[in-house]
């Protein structure tokens, strides 16, 4: 392997005894040019397999600090962590690094390097912006793929990579070699056609470590201290359900055997700064405790975990794959501690848990969103130095699978749909930007696809220090709460002059205003094989109680719809819908009530199913289209003639309740 990297080798793997078999298998096709995806397990040494080989094919030009490697990672943090694991071997071979991010708004111009690390956002801010920046570049590398492949971002950085592509062809550059890294996912050989082309070479390691897992009951904080004393561990990582979760704990926790004053929270409402403060605690910690919800997911260096807990359980299998394989990395096992509320969440745990050590990553193919085009269609008039858009313009950036959906006709229908949101003014075939659209842009808010309340976002500044600790969420009235915890900390908020800071100061541990949040989808898939661990496979439908609790196992959106045939009293899962009073099974379904609801709740079910912050801004017709491809109520009418509503026994009416507690995202 050394022939293939005679100056690079030592930088990067000198300090590996041996190679992984991650790179034993991918730097050779990556060192040859090919397009390459590199599929393994976390910790298994996959950035190196595509660093060294990248940085060995380009070392002349990037020592003259020409800009040949873009790394295109899922969000800031992982940038930040990523350009700490690679200044080291890549100051020892005499190459400068590059961070590109809102964290990090440099010119490249003014501060070249030969590699450059950045994120979708910032990617497609770069081509909107500044597109002959990126002119010399000749390898691209899709980082931590599996946490874009089948959400908006995803799509986008599809498209982003094909008109990254056509810059760097139509100044003289070559095509790209395109390189992807992710953890164990599903239906890798698509996922790489779709982003790498037909041609990529799929280096493909399987194997989890040995699961070591203990389930424990936790009515109380009290039964928490004590599963966490008997479990052991010196560092502890604990993924909660929720931010509410997450603070509760750590406030209860805090102070407590085992860990005492060492116990640390770590989530999306906590300021970037909190978050590297407390990832930087939590690295350099003997002991700690550190309490996070997805945050903490991905490959953040937060040092050897000893012990994993799952305090509720993910959504998806991926997640759990993605939360236990934090733990042990040093070690061929990984040790778990799972804590349940009830039945319900016991069995959710266990038959996850069951799929993970199984490699049954149940993974749903999510087709594209196409409430992307619209994000695009703004990206791409910037990008255009005078300022406007065709039809024929967006519909030449399509790749071939989308441009046989989305012809140019439908290109033409969406922007004369923007027109009308007036985010566009038409001049004959010219879209040009109406003040709407300039306003987006000046304010950077043109370049993402995920949903956010960016808008009732207010940053909360500790009184004492002047440090922005967090954010919260102004409630439907702009109001905010008098009090919130934030890093186990309870604060109280001063007076409110309805602008985007406020103070706070430390106030009395006193319960706090819950984090809003929803649950987190689950996919189809998932569900029905979920009944199938129950043993209820053929009659997925089941009623407990007098307070009507129906076992559906549906996924989260047929639920949804399911709830609202049953006039939407009381509320609904990706397993179990609840009500109040007991009704008449609506069995067998009708598809034009079925669809008659569709119509009427598509923009609901366009957040059910997480199709984009701007899945609003579509023709209706677009949006009622791609929610009957995605939920087929026509097919699932013909299918529910076989439904039937029986009876649960005790067991299962118990898991059946446990499961129709809702939870809240993270």
């Known amino acids: 392997m050394r022939d293939h990297l005679p100056r690079t080798h030592y930088a990067f793997l000198a300090r590996h005894p041996r190679l992984t078999p991650v790179q034993e298998q991918g730097i050779a096709p990556i060192a040859a040019g090919r397009h390459v995806l590199l599929s393994a397990p976390t910790a298994t040494g996959k950035t190196e397999a595509y660093a060294a080989p990248l940085v060995e094919r380009h070392l002349d030009d990037m020592k003259k600090s020409l800009l040949r490697l873009l790394i295109v990672s899922p969000t800031r ?19 400068r690094l590059q961070r590109r991010t809102g964290d990090h708004p440099r010119s490249l111009e003014e501060d070249p390097a030969g590699v450059l690390l950045t994120t979708p956002e910032s990617l497609d801010s770069i081509l909107a912006r500044y597109p002959r920046w990126l002119k010399d570049v000749r390898a691209v590398v899709l980082d931590e793929l599996h946490v874009l492949e089948g959400t908006p971002r995803g799509d986008q950085l599809r498209l982003l990579l094909g008109r990254l592509e056509r810059v760097v ?34 280096v493909k390691v399987p194997g989890q470590r040995k699961l070591q897992a203990k389930l424990a009951l936790m009515e109380s904080t009290e039964d928490v201290r004590k599963a966490l004393l008997q479990a052991g561990g010196r560092k502890v990582l604990m993924f909660t359900g929720s931010r509410r979760e997450a603070e509760q704990l750590g406030a209860d926790l805090r102070g407590q055997a085992p860990f005492r004053n060492h116990v640390l929270v770590h989530h999306g409402s906590l300021s970037r700064q909190e978050r590297e403060r407390v990832e930087k605690a939590f ?4 002991t700690a405790l550190c309490l996070a919800t997805t945050t903490l ?5 937060i040092g050897d975990v000893d012990l994993v807990v799952l305090a509720a359980p993910p959504a998806e299998v991926a997640g759990v794959l993605q939360r236990i394989g934090r733990g042990n990395r040093r070690t061929g096992e990984t040790r778990v501690l799972a804590l349940y509320e009830g039945p319900g969440r016991k069995e959710r745990l266990e038959h996850l848990l069951e799929c993970a050590r199984m490699g049954r990553l149940l993974a749903p193919r999510v087709p594209f969103s196409p409430a992307v085009l619209v994000q695009q269609a703004f990206s791409l008039t910037y990008q255009n130095p005078n300022r406007f858009l065709t039809a024929e313009a967006l519909f030449a950036r399509l790749p071939e699978d989308l441009a046989r959906r989305y012809s140019l006709e439908r290109c033409v229908e969406l922007l004369d749909r923007l027109t009308e949101r007036q985010y566009f003014e038409r001049s004959g075939e010219r879209y040009r930007p109406a003040r709407r659209l300039e306003r987006l842009f000046e304010l950077g808010k043109i370049h993402h696809n995920f949903s956010g309340e960016s808008g009732r976002e207010v940053a909360v500044i500790d009184r004492q220090s002047g440090r922005v600790v967090g954010h919260v969420i102004r409630r439907a009235d702009g109001s905010l709460p008098e009090r919130v915890s934030l890093g186990g900390v309870t604060r109280e908020l001063s007076s409110d002059s309805g602008g985007r800071e406020v103070w706070a100061g430390r106030g009395e541990a006193s319960p706090a205003e819950p984090f809003r949040g929803r649950s987190a989808p689950v996919s189809e898939l998932l569900a029905a094989d979920f009944a199938r661990y129950l043993e209820l496979t053929g009659k997925p439908f089941c009623v407990q109680g007098r307070r009507m609790i129906v076992g559906h196992f549906l996924g989260s959106a047929r639920g949804s719809l399911l709830n609202e045939l049953l006039r939407g009293r009381g509320g ?32 609901a079910l366009a957040r059910e199913l997480a ?5 609003g801004e579509l023709p209706r017709s677009w949006l009622v289209e791609e929610l009957v491809r995605r939920l087929r109520p026509y097919d699932w009418a013909e299918q529910s003639r076989d439904y039937k509503l029986e009876p649960a026994g005790a067991d299962l009416g118990a898991i059946l309740a446990g499961l129709a507690a809702p939870e809240e995202d993270s």
């Not at 095509?175 to 599903?186: E, I």
């Not at 997911?297 to 260096?301: F, K, Q, V, W, Y």
Request: proline letters at 6%; hydrophobic letters at 45%; charged letters at 25%.
């Open 77 to 95: 943090a992982l940038v930040n962590d990523l350009a700490r694991r690679l200044e080291v071997p890549l100051g020892k071979v005499q190459v």
């Open 169 to 202: 062809t139509a100044l003289g550059g070559p095509l790209l070699q395109r390189v992807a890294a992710t953890a164990t996912m599903g239906h890798p050989d698509e996922v790489a056609r779709r982003y790498l082309g037909e041609e990529a070479v799929v």
């Open 283 to 286: 690295l350099k910690a003997p």
């Open 297 to 301: 997911e991905l490959g953040i260096d």
């Open 572 to 603: 609904a899962n990706g397993f179990v819908l609840w009500m109040d009073e007991r009704e008449e099974a609506p069995f067998p379904l009708d598809s034009d009530q079925l669809e008659s609801i569709l119509r009427r709740r598509c923009l």
């Open 611 to 615: 199709l984009g912050h701007w899945a």
